[in-house]
């Protein structure tokens, strides 16, 4: 049987670094505050104007690796260098109120999820093509050369993966991509 997205109130957003997926999800939430947004926990340095607590947890590697050891991450893993993962005990508190609950991580991530969570819809998010998705990055202005080589190498091995996804949607026109991932969380179009 194939996935419907009515089936899990847990979606997943997986997709290169670059691809949008932050700008998809900032509008998400705008026109649909109900969706709990899952915030990680990460031992990359913060970005210009990123704040402790808001778009991520910001550790460092001795707390994340205690954390990982308590089972403290209902996932994990290592990008381009740096430790991301999801804390566990808020999306379980989510999921048992039944709330809408967005994860927005990497591949390994997503695949480790699909296997505790196989009710998880997950959507991949790609982009028109692997040059405007370099373009995309370098346009941001927020990683070092070096980073930015890491995520373009790591995109390649992401997109190679996208057909294990449920969905997959091309983020071209921003305001079309939008309008496919709120089909896909169940909200009408408008
Ligand atoms: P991610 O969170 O996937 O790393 P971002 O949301 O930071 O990506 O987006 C990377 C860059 O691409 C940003 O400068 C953003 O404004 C731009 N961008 C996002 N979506 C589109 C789109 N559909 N068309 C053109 N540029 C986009
Ligand atoms: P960035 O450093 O650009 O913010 O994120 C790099 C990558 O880490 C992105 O692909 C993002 O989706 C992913 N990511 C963010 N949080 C998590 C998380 O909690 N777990 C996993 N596995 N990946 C994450």
Known sequence: ???????????LLTGPSGVGKGTLVEELLKRHPEIWLSISATTRAPRTGEQDGKQYFFFNKD???ELIENGGFLEWAEFAGNFYGTPRKPVEECLALGRKILLEIELEGARQVRKSFPN????????????????RIRGRDMDSEEAIQARLERAREEMDAKHEFDAIVVNDDLSLALKELEKFMGFESF
């Open 1 to 11: 049987m194939t996935s419907q997205p009515s089936q899990g109130k847990l979606i």
């Open 63 to 65: 707390s994340f690796s």
């Open 120 to 135: 998880a819809f997950q959507v991949f998010l790609a982009p028109p093509s692997l040059i405007e998705l370099e373009r």
